[in-house]
């Protein structure tokens, strides 16, 4: 019998590649989004509901069963967006995970897997950060990524649902929404550069970021599927372990569309962090390990977004 998992978001950037993924390896999926902000329309020989996690009375009427465990994705993802429009991450994040975590009790499924965020860590006094690292969050998304893990280790434990937080770094590659400017430092350096020579960045050159590839992140997520008794009830890290700086990443994407470009400062971002990247040692503890150096991944999405 085919193993049975719903991804919320499932129609999203990381979503929409776990799913396909599944898929493959013979995996019954079930998409539960709103369809606000999807990459994917459809996803061939996958359920799709249309649902909005943020009305726990319209997901009580959803029917599934059997299923073994919750893939949860959907979110508000982007820091500066949290600034203009606070109230949605709470409505979105934190009563969506709610929302969520009530219908995984309601509908007997007994594991949660949460995507989070390394923004929950805030700016740190050391840039190496891991699980064990004081939280302190700078934009009202972190806040309420933040928000959502305690309520899970709460509420998943009153419940007894299994859970798995991982707090995911910058991710980018083939599939991320290029028409986005407020999230996906990568996604939004690629554009920049091919169509510009003088880079305006809002912050300093010298803030740094870990950068994971798009299927790293995708079968990290797999693994935790798969390796219950390794990752019951923990958060992870999913990072590279490596720090890019801002201003390598501009020149590395330069490089690779043969041009000069000049970049200048233009204030800042609102809840931007300087730096910090990720020990990724308890993940790996695992057995999981990230393929992608960051070389190898950007030719991957620049190859991408150059068709």
Same mark, same amino acid.
């Given at each position: 019998?085919?193993?049975?998992v719903?991804?919320?978001g499932g129609l999203?950037?990381?979503?929409s590649k776990?799913?396909?993924?599944?898929?493959?390896?013979?995996?019954?999926?079930?998409?539960?989004?709103?369809?606000?902000?999807?990459?994917k329309?459809?996803?061939?020989n996958?359920?799709?509901?249309?649902?909005?996690?943020?009305?726990?009375?319209s997901?009580?009427?959803?029917?599934?069963?059997?299923i073994?465990?919750?893939?949860?994705?959907?979110?508000?993802?982007?820091?500066?967006?949290?600034f203009l429009h606070?109230?949605?991450? !709470?409505n979105?994040?934190?009563?969506g995970?709610?929302?969520?975590?009530?219908?995984c009790?309601?509908k007997?499924?007994?594991?949660?897997i949460?995507?989070?965020?390394?923004?929950? *860590?805030?700016?740190?006094?050391?840039p190496i950060?891991?699980?064990?690292?004081?939280?302190?969050?700078?934009s009202?998304?972190?806040?309420?990524?933040?928000?959502?893990?305690?309520?899970i280790?709460?509420?998943?434990n009153?419940?007894?649902i299994?859970?798995?937080?991982?707090?995911?770094?910058?991710?980018?590659?083939?599939?991320?929404d290029?028409?986005?400017?407020d999230?996906?430092?990568?996604?939004?350096?690629l554009?920049?550069?091919?169509k510009?020579?003088?880079?305006k960045?809002?912050?300093?050159?010298?803030?740094?970021?870990?950068?994971i590839?798009?299927e790293d992140?995708?079968?990290?997520?797999?693994h935790?599927?798969?390796?219950?008794?390794?990752?019951?009830?923990?958060?992870?890290?999913l990072?590279t372990?490596?720090?890019?700086y801002? #201003?390598?990443i501009i020149?590395?994407?330069a490089?690779l569309?043969?041009k000069?470009?000049? !970049?200048?400062?233009?204030?800042v971002?609102?809840?931007? !962090? #300087?730096g910090?990247?990720?020990?990724?040692?308890k993940?790996?503890?695992?057995g999981? *390990?990230?393929?992608?150096?960051?070389?190898?991944?950007?030719?991957i999405?620049?190859?991408?977004?150059?068709?």
């Amino acid at each position: 019998m085919k193993k049975k998992v719903l991804i919320t978001g499932g129609l999203g950037f990381i979503g929409s590649k776990i799913c396909e993924k599944l898929l493959k390896q013979n995996y019954e999926v079930i998409i539960l989004d709103n369809f606000y902000s999807n990459i994917k329309k459809k996803i061939p020989n996958c359920k799709l509901v249309k649902g909005d996690i943020t009305n726990f009375s319209s997901l009580k009427k959803i029917k599934v069963k059997n299923i073994d465990s919750v893939i949860h994705l959907a979110a508000q993802s982007s820091g500066p967006k949290s600034f203009l429009h606070p109230a949605e991450d !709470i409505n979105i994040n934190i009563i969506g995970t709610i929302n969520i975590i009530k219908f995984c009790n309601l509908k007997k499924i007994k594991r949660l897997i949460f995507s989070s965020s390394f923004t929950v *860590y805030g700016n740190p006094i050391m840039p190496i950060v891991s699980e064990t690292d004081y939280c302190s969050p700078r934009s009202f998304y972190a806040v309420s990524k933040f928000a959502c893990e305690n309520y899970i280790k709460l509420l998943c434990n009153k419940y007894k649902i299994d859970w798995v937080i991982l707090r995911l770094f910058n991710v980018y590659g083939p599939g991320q929404d290029m028409t986005r400017m407020d999230q996906g430092i990568v996604s939004i350096f690629l554009k920049l550069v091919k169509k510009n020579n003088i880079i305006k960045i809002t912050g300093k050159k010298d803030r740094f970021r870990d950068l994971i590839f798009i299927e790293d992140v995708v079968n990290a997520f797999i693994h935790c599927l798969q390796k219950k008794k390794n990752t019951k009830n923990e958060i992870f890290n999913l990072g590279t372990g490596k720090k890019t700086y801002i #201003h390598e990443i501009i020149k590395k994407i330069a490089i690779l569309y043969n041009k000069k470009v000049k !970049i200048k400062e233009i204030g800042v971002t609102p809840g931007d !962090i #300087h730096g910090c990247y990720s020990d990724s040692s308890k993940l790996k503890k695992t057995g999981f *390990y990230c393929k992608f150096s960051f070389d190898k991944g950007l030719k991957i999405f620049k190859e991408w977004f150059d068709k």
